[in-house]
């Protein structure tokens, strides 16, 4: 099969789908792999680091979306992507379309089949395409809070872990999966007070583990906002595979926070689970709500291409080594992930 690798031209985006390694293997398996010239500069990899290990390098998106077959992006495809999509392509990529309405019409116009690495779910219900990137995303969200809660950004003016004779920052984080449980991991390896909410108690259990000032609850809609109000920090990690996210954070619980906290959505890309959360880009990524900080850049893990790219290129290498087969939605994984086709809504959430 021939596999096409565009450049990312989200804002600020600079991961590239396929690691050189990675599209060595596809080469040695017997397809061909086009990149556009200059995909992977922002991650570290040169043109010439492809061809040494097979990859045709090509000029221009045209190029490569002219003449490959399966499209392996990171973002979902945006104007001056969606020019070049045609029926017979096969889209592989984060797609969040129960957030972008618009965008599934523009997909369903076209006809192709788009597998969403977001949808693509193992029998045991994983996410094994949306794990790296949350893990990430969990990161960076606090590292980016912790930074925003100094006075000089508009923040509170607070040490997270605190002093002698001083309190420690609260942080409260709304959901305990990949992405809630590393920024709860993150926030707790400071010293921070942390307060997880999740509905599963296997979950729960894991994040009381990880430390004294960690305590986990269940999300009652009155114990979140009690705890939200009392926060420093507050992080939005919920998820509902292929669904827009539920507002679990109502616009009263944010105005009732002190002047100067932050709040970080990683949810943002399926809608966010805050009510006053709006899309953001690197380019501009904060806006104020009720003297609350809000950080909802949708691709969070975009600011650290190189490890980004490389943990998301091993995690779908084995996904597109099967796509490149003719029968490949025999894989059940693969067949959950079809977000559309051929003019037609296929997961059921996005219906």
Not at 176 to 196: D, P, Q, S, Y
Not at 289 to 313: D, K, Y
């Amino acid at each position: 099969m021939r596999i096409g690798i565009p450049t990312e031209i989200k804002t600020l985006e600079g991961r590239v789908a396929l690691v050189p390694a990675a599209c060595g293997d596809l080469v040695r398996a017997g397809n061909e792999v086009l990149v556009q010239s200059g995909a992977g500069l922002k991650s570290g990899f040169t043109d010439e680091d492809f061809e040494r290990v097979g990859v045709r390098i090509v000029p221009d998106a045209q190029s490569v979306y002219g003449q490959a077959e399966l499209m392996v992006k990171v973002k979902e495809p945006i104007a001056g992507d969606l020019d070049h999509l045609r029926p017979e392509h096969l889209l592989f990529c984060y797609l969040h379309l129960a957030a972008e309405p618009s965008l599934t019409e523009r997909l369903l116009a076209i006809g192709l089949t788009g597998v969403a690495f977001e949808t693509v779910e193992e029998d045991n219900g994983s996410l094994p395409l949306l794990a790296p990137m949350s893990n990430i995303a969990g990161r960076i969200g606090v590292q980016v809070a912790t930074h925003l809660l100094h006075q000089p950004q508009g923040g509170r003016g607070i040490l997270l872990g605190g002093l002698p004779a001083a309190d420690r920052g609260h942080v409260v984080v709304l959901g305990a999966g990949a992405a809630g449980g590393n920024a709860a991991r993150l926030a707790a390896a400071t010293g921070a007070r942390v307060t997880v909410f999740d509905k599963r108690q296997d979950r729960l259990a894991e994040m009381m583990a990880i430390g004294p000032n960690v305590t986990a609850l269940y999300p009652y809609a009155e114990t979140v906002g009690d705890f939200v109000a009392s926060a420093d920090m507050v992080v939005g990690a919920v998820l509902v595979t292929g669904a827009r996210a539920p507002h679990v954070v109502t616009r009263e619980m944010i105005t009732a926070m002190a002047d100067g906290s932050v709040v970080v959505d990683i949810s943002v890309d399926q809608g966010g689970c805050f009510e006053t959360t709006r899309p953001t880009t690197y380019a501009d990524p904060t806006y104020q709500v009720g003297g609350v900080t809000h950080f909802a850049v949708t691709n969070m893990p975009g600011a650290v291409p190189r490890t980004s790219s490389q943990a998301l290129s091993a995690a779908i290498l084995p996904y597109v080594q099967r796509m490149a087969r003719p029968d490949w939605e025999h894989a059940a994984p693969l067949a959950r992930g079809v977000n559309v086709r051929g003019g037609e809504i296929i997961h059921p959430a996005l219906r």
